[in-house]
């Protein structure tokens, strides 16, 4: 293979069907959560159960991501990508079809266990693909700006199904797409393994799903109840295993992970920017949801609405990191990323009850915009950090270290919010209800929806006290 060939037609189109595959998984994080009320209302799950449906996904996926990454390298990545689609619709049809909670429980992990392979797998692919670096700078922002508008598009996707159809529509649209990435991917998608690889490390493979699912749970259940002693001793475990994944790489034969990667400070520098700006992004987009529906008023469906004013912006930058970040030396233009970030951020600052709607989008825009420039130009410092060989074991830990930030990034955000709404709740003149202060803005936004004329003259409990719901923040803004 001539390692300088450009792309032709043929590796641009398998790229269309490797960012669908990709979308597809990107779109099953969220899109469940608009089934939720139906689902539940058909299932009847109790609250732990509802909980698991919902997290059993991301569990899954990023506790396999760095495995599944290794055997990508293995047994070659158009294989494992195939086997993972397959068992995706597989498992898609499962959860659409289930008849109880633990049934949609055990669907939902087969989800995450098929969608592992796939990001570590796509990646690995472009990096094979596209030889030549401009191109491949190109081939990555495009992915990229296809997934960060996947955030945008896929509560509207899953509103309108949700207003045609039945909950389990959620899952059925994954079928038609993943029936087109098994046909053409034989014919689009060079095959690609490394049989140097050895045995794999079976051991280090349960030490790392094992480290991540702990952490991932604890910084989740922190995020939810608060402090507690079962997020303590669940984030102690998860680094402790994670201590001996990494010393038991550096002695294994066959490791799962390129220690020697880290010692590069482009790779690993990549890796700790991809876990903040993800976290950021991830808490953004919590604190953006609850303004819109618990300070606004707004149906979820209507929110989805409006968070597609953010797509033209993120839809231009596309192209401009194509094109600048080949002329740009790569930090310049990571701190350019950032600071486009940061300049999001600083608008969401000054937004207010009465702020127009549009400003608050500008913001958001401008941080998802960051988010693609940084990302993408990550994406390819990360890939070309190792050989061709090893691109997707080296792809899925910048991409482990995004479901991390993602955590993190909800722990963080969703603290910060409930804190600062209690802090003002607690000065509220006439006393507001007690329930809401205890819980967060959702079940105030629901006090101040039903209260009855005339009902801040009486006792806040004889008015708060039979209408509140359980917070957004705790129960349905979940990823």
Request: hydrophobic share 55%; with cysteine; aromatic share 8%.
């Amino acid at each position: 293979m001539n390692i300088n060939a450009k792309a032709g037609t043929k590796e641009w189109v398998g790229l269309a069907v490797l960012t669908l595959g990709s979308l597809l998984i990107m779109l099953d994080i969220g899109v469940l959560n608009f089934a939720v009320p139906a689902m539940s209302a058909d299932l009847r799950p109790s609250a732990p159960e509802l909980l698991w449906i919902m997290d059993v996904y991301p569990f899954a996926l990023a506790g396999l991501l760095i495995p599944m990454g290794w055997v990508g390298d293995k047994i070659g990545r158009r294989k494992l990508l195939i086997t993972g689609a397959l068992l995706f619709g597989a498992a898609s049809a499962c959860a659409a079809m289930a008849t109880t909670p633990e049934a949609l429980i055990a669907s939902r992990a087969l989800l995450g266990v098929a969608a592992a392979p796939v990001t570590p797998t796509v990646l690995g692919m472009i990096r094979v693909m596209f030889n030549d670096a401009d191109q491949r700078k190109t081939a990555i922002a495009a992915w990229t700006g296809v997934l960060t508008s996947s955030t945008a598009f896929g509560p509207v996707i899953g509103g309108l199904l949700l207003n045609h159809f039945w909950w389990g529509s959620v899952f059925l649209i994954n079928i038609p797409v993943i029936v087109l990435l098994v046909v053409l991917a034989p014919f689009l998608l060079p095959e690609h393994r490394d049989p140097s690889r050895g045995k794999l490390d079976v051991t280090g493979a349960v030490l790392s799903f094992a480290a991540i699912l702990t952490v991932v749970y604890g910084v989740k259940e922190f995020a939810v109840n608060g402090y507690s002693l079962i997020a303590v001793i669940s984030i102690a475990v998860g680094v402790v295993l994670g201590f001996h994944f990494v010393q038991r790489q550096s002695t294994v034969a066959s490791p799962l992970l390129d220690l020697e990667l880290f010692r590069h400070r482009a790779f690993s520098g990549s890796v700790t920017i991809t876990l903040i700006v993800h976290g950021t992004l991830i808490g953004i987009n919590l604190l953006v949801n609850q303004y819109m529906m618990s300070v606004l008023g707004m149906r979820p469906f209507t929110a989805a609405l409006w968070s597609l004013a953010a797509f033209p912006v993120v839809a231009m930058a596309a192209p401009i990191t194509a094109k600048y970040s080949r002329r740009v030396r790569p930090g310049n233009f990571l701190a350019c990323g950032m600071v486009v970030m940061a300049v999001g951020c600083g608008l969401l600052c000054f937004v207010r009850t009465k702020s127009h709607l549009l400003f608050v989008m500008a913001g958001v825009a401008l941080i998802a915009a960051g988010l693609l420039m940084v990302k993408a130009l990550v994406a390819d410092i990360v890939l070309t950090a190792a050989p061709p060989e090893r691109a997707g074991s080296s792809a899925a830990v910048s991409e482990t270290a995004n479901e991390l930030g993602n955590a993190l990034g909800f722990a963080t955000f969703g603290t910060i919010g409930l804190a600062v709404f209690h802090h003002h709740m607690a000065d509220y003149t006439p006393p507001a209800c007690p329930a809401a202060i205890s819980t967060g803005p959702g079940a105030a936004s629901a006090v101040r929806r039903r209260r009855p004329a005339g009902c801040q003259a009486g006792p806040p409990t004889s008015c708060c006290t039979p209408v509140v719901k359980p917070s957004p923040t705790v129960s349905t803004w979940r990823r």
